[in-house]
C-alpha cells in the first residue's frame, strides 16, 4: 500500500451497526477532517487515472461530491454532481437500480456530459457496485464514455466490480 493509502485507511472510521443492524459503515469523516491525508488520498486516486485525459468528474452523491470536487481540480476537469431524484433545478436524465428491496434512481443534468467527453465517476465505497453501475449507465446513455471509476474503498466480498461489468475502476483502499 502507498503512504496515502495507509494514512487513509488509519482515517476510517468503522461504525457497526449503521445505518441499520449487520451494515459496518465505513465513516469517512476523519479522514476529511485530516488536511494532509486528505489531500494526499485525493491526489493519489487522481494519479491513478492522469494519463486518461479525464474531462469530467461525476461525482455520486453525497459522499462522491466530496472526494470528486478535489479530484476534478487534480485532474483540470469539470466536475458533474449526480444526484438522487428531485434534487437537481434543471433538465435531467434518470437511470433507476435495483436496491436489496426496491428501487432508488440517480439523475445528471441533461447537458452535463455530452458525447466525446472522457468520464472519471467517483465515490467513497464500492459495496455491490450497484449505484455505480447505474451511474456508469446513465452516462453512457448520453453517448460520453466511462474511462474509469474511481473509489476510495472497495469492500470486495460484496462483488461491486463484477457489477461494474470490465468498466476500469480502482480503489485506494481495499477490506
Ligand atoms: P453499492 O451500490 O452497494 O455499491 O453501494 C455503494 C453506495 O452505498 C455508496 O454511495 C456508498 O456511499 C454507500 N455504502 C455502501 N456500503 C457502505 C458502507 N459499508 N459504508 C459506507 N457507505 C456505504
Redesign the pocket.
Known amino acids: 500500500m502507498t503512504s496515502a493509502a495507509t494514512a487513509a485507511r488509519a482515517l476510517i472510521r468503522d461504525v457497526p451497526d449503521f445505518p441499520k443492524r449487520g451494515?459496518?459503515?465505513?465513516?469517512i469523516t476523519p479522514l476529511l477532517a485530516d488536511s494532509a491525508a486528505f489531500r494526499a488520498a485525493t491526489e493519489a486516486m487522481a494519479d491513478a487515472f492522469r494519463a486518461h485525459h479525464i474531462s469530467h468528474v461525476v461525482g455520486?452523491e453525497s459522499?462522491?461530491f466530496l472526494l470528486g470536487t478535489p479530484i476534478s481540480l487534480a485532474l483540470d476537469a469539470s466536475f458533474v454532481p449526480m444526484r438522487k431524484p428531485g434534487k437537481l433545478p434543471a433538465a435531467v436524465v434518470k437511470e433507476s437500480?435495483a436496491l436489496e428491496y426496491g428501487t432508488d434512481a440517480l439523475e445528471m443534468h441533461a447537458d452535463a456530459v455530452k458525447v466525446g467527453a472522457r468520464v472519471l465517476v467517483v465515490?467513497?465505497?464500492?459495496?455491490?457496485?450497484?449505484?455505480?453501475a447505474a451511474a456508469c449507465r446513465l452516462i453512457e446513455r448520453c453517448g460520453a464514455t466511462v474511462i474509469g471509476c474511481s473509489f476510495l474503498?472497495e469492500?470486495s466480498a460484496?462483488g461491486?466490480r463484477a457489477?461494474l461489468g470490465g468498466r476500469p475502476s480502482a480503489a485506494l483502499i481495499t477490506y
Do not use: Q
Open positions: 451494515i459496518l459503515f465505513r465513516d455520486i459522499r462522491g437500480y465515490d467513497d465505497v464500492l459495496a455491490t457496485g450497484g449505484t455505480a474503498i469492500l460484496l461491486g457489477a
